[in-house]
């Protein structure tokens, strides 16, 4: 089956370590996003890419990194530099139909 | 850029009857508004979408109505099931031409059986 899958589920970070989270998809879709959701707000766009090798700030980039060296991966790295990265971490694709597809969602806890 | 507002942040209804979500939008030029169903622990999932050239669109016990001129669009949800209780997130398409959604802050329904 298609889809989108992030990894991992849970993810626990320690002061001052950066920590990657996984987004691949077999969808055949170009375009790629990382989202952050804090309880009571909304998404807010962190990152997106609309091809390989080619990404754009989102709203909120501050603090994070993001490659696309494959169309079918998009990976998220949050640095030290973000002050306050416990949140839950969406990644979406999309193609042609304008729909996004999410992925089930990766909850970062700082300890 | 886009901002899009959504109201109310929770709604309690009880099972069978409607629930509507209303959203408004800032950007004249956006012309897509999805609507995602986001249960606890996972990823939202379109449910419906509407284009700015169609008032209403409706599929099953869910409809989206659009009023652009009031630059405002809602989710309407008619015969409530316990199961219709998630969060709700409306979206809109940004100016750029790209698929770059701005969201709403969501709405907790929660249908009490």
């Known amino acids: 089956d298609g889809g989108i899958t992030q990894s991992p589920k849970y993810l626990f970070r320690k002061e001052g370590q950066n920590v990657t989270l996984s987004c691949e998809q077999n969808?055949?879709?170009?375009?790629m996003y990382w989202y952050r959701q804090d309880p009571g707000q909304g998404l807010r766009l962190i990152y997106y890419?609309?091809?390989?090798?080619?990404?754009q700030k989102g709203d909120i980039a501050e603090g994070y990194s993001v490659s696309r060296e494959k169309k079918e991966s998009f990976p998220l790295t949050v640095t030290s530099a973000q002050k306050n990265p416990t949140a839950f971490y969406l990644c979406?694709?999309?193609?042609?139909?304008?729909?996004?597809?999410f992925g089930s969602g990766t909850r970062l806890t700082v300890v | 850029g886009e901002n899009v507002e959504q109201h109310p942040s929770t709604l309690s209804v009880q099972e069978g009857d409607s629930a509507v979500i209303k959203c408004t939008y800032s950007?004249?030029?956006?012309?897509?508004f999805p609507w995602y169903k986001q249960e606890l622990g996972k990823g939202p999932q379109l449910i419906i979408d509407?284009?700015?050239?169609?008032g209403e669109k409706k599929d099953q016990r869910i409809a989206v109505t659009l009023n652009k001129t009031a630059k405002h669009f809602s989710l309407h949800i008619t015969e409530t099931q316990p199961e219709d209780s998630a969060v709700y997130f409306c979206?809109?398409?940004?100016?750029?031409?790209?698929?770059?959604?701005?969201f709403g802050s969501g709405t907790k329904l929660n249908v009490k059986p």
């Open positions: 979406a694709s999309s193609g042609a139909n304008y729909g996004y597809t």
């Open positions: 969808l055949n879709h170009d375009a």
């Open positions: 890419s609309q091809i390989v090798n080619d990404f």
């Open positions: 950007d004249s030029a956006s012309n897509y």
């Open positions: 509407i284009r700015s050239n169609v």
């Open positions: 979206a809109a398409s940004g100016k750029d031409n790209f698929n770059k959604f701005y």
